[in-house]
């Protein structure tokens, strides 16, 4: 059965940094496209980064330059750096493969 759990939203003032984890288990992390998705109050989910087996990245317009996906196969994790945060970065935050996905992490921002 496939698992993914995110973990590392907190509180965090604008301009500052953080990095999410997400931890699958219960598949060939390696072969996979992982993505990150958010999704803010009172909003749809929507894609913010996507990373593919070969470590190809595509962006969000609104965090290009500043989120950075990464993937650890052989820790079987997918991270999203992301620096200069605005208050509009405020979202719950979803790690997907394929049909799963994680319960999501919670990043505010705020001053």
């Known amino acids: 059965q496939v698992q993914l759990v995110e973990s590392g939203g907190d509180l965090v003032q604008p301009g500052g940094s953080l990095r999410l984890s997400c931890a699958a288990s219960?598949?060939?992390?390696?072969?996979?496209?992982m993505g990150w998705y958010r999704q803010a109050p009172g909003k749809e989910r929507v894609l913010v980064a996507r990373?593919?087996?070969?470590?190809?990245?595509n962006y969000a317009e609104s965090v290009k330059g500043r989120f950075t996906v990464s993937r650890n196969n052989a820790g079987n994790t997918v991270y999203l750096q992301m620096n200069s945060l605005k208050p509009e970065d405020t979202a719950v935050y979803y790690c997907?493969?394929?049909?799963?996905w994680g319960r999501g992490t919670l990043v505010t921002v705020s001053s």
């Open positions: 997907n493969v394929n049909l799963y």
């Open positions: 219960g598949m060939l992390f390696s072969i996979n496209n």
């Open positions: 990373i593919t087996s070969a470590g190809n990245t």
